[in-house]
Antibody, heavy 114, light 110 residues
Framework: EVQLVESGGGLVQPGGSLRLSCAAS????????MNWVRQPPGKGLEWVAN????????YCVDSVKGRFTISRDNAKNSLYLQMNSLTVEDTAVYYC???????WGQGTLVTVSS | QSVLTQPPSVSAAPGQKVTISCSGS????????VSWYQQLPGTAPKLLIY???KRPSGIPDRFSGSKSGTSATLGITGLQTGDEADYYC???????????FGTGTKVTVL
């Protein structure tokens, strides 16, 4: 069974940092692009970033460029999102999703507030 | 501000059909595949349609997708109360080098 489990969310002050993790199981992690998608409370979905199977290609939305870094460890079947210089606009549930987004995790809530 | 526009809401009686439009441009829908997602209240999104009109395993054929030019459409036939959810289109935008989601449409079963 494919499973994606996010962790690392929480409350952080503006300007702070947080590292999200996504533990994958039930499939060959190293064979799939992986994505981060976020959803602010009561709002729509926003794609954040993705990373190629071997980590050689990465893309991200303009609003997080220079602040967020996506990475992966295929040996640990894990996906990461390092988030720096956080602002209140980054408050959202963060989901990891496999490939064409055929499987999603349950999400982890990041709240940026003073 | 999303580059993909969807109607905020659509509604119909049980058993009826609804269609949800997704309007974009040549840099996104016009030259890339479209996916559709269903998000039930309080849950993660679920893939309904990929590559414009393909259904993943387990998705009933009541759900269908199509694309024409710079617009895409999701159709739901035989509407059920369990279909009440938010629906989002999504595609790659070649100008932005980013995936973009639609504004979302809430489906209400009357």
């Amino acid at each position: 069974e494919v499973q994606l489990v996010e962790s690392g969310g929480g409350l952080v002050q503006p300007g702070g940092s947080l590292r999200l993790s996504c533990a994958a199981s039930g499939f060959t992690f190293s064979s799939y692009w992986m994505n981060w998608v976020r959803q602010p409370p009561g709002k729509g979905l926003e794609w954040v970033a993705n990373i190629k199977e071997d980590g050689s290609e990465k893309y991200c939305v303009d609003s997080v460029k220079g602040r967020f870094t996506i990475s992966r460890d295929n040996a640990k079947n894990s996906l990461y999102l390092q988030m720096n210089s956080l602002t209140v606009e980054d408050t959202a549930v963060y989901y990891c999703a496999r490939g064409i987004a055929d499987y999603w995790g349950q999400g982890t809530l990041v709240t940026v507030s003073s | 501000q999303s580059v993909l526009t969807q109607p905020p809401s659509v509604s119909a009686a049980p058993g009826q059909k609804v269609t949800i439009s997704c309007s974009g441009s040549s840099s996104n829908i016009g030259n890339n595949y479209v996916s559709w997602y269903q998000q039930l209240p309080g849950t993660a999104p679920k893939l309904l349609i990929y590559e414009n009109n393909k259904r993943p395993s387990g998705i009933p054929d009541r759900f269908s997708g199509s694309k024409s030019g710079t617009s895409a459409t999701l159709g739901i036939t035989g509407l059920q109360t369990g279909d009440e959810a938010d629906y989002y289109c999504e595609t790659w935008d070649s100008s932005l080098s980013a995936y973009v989601f639609g504004t979302g449409t809430k489906v209400t079963v009357l």
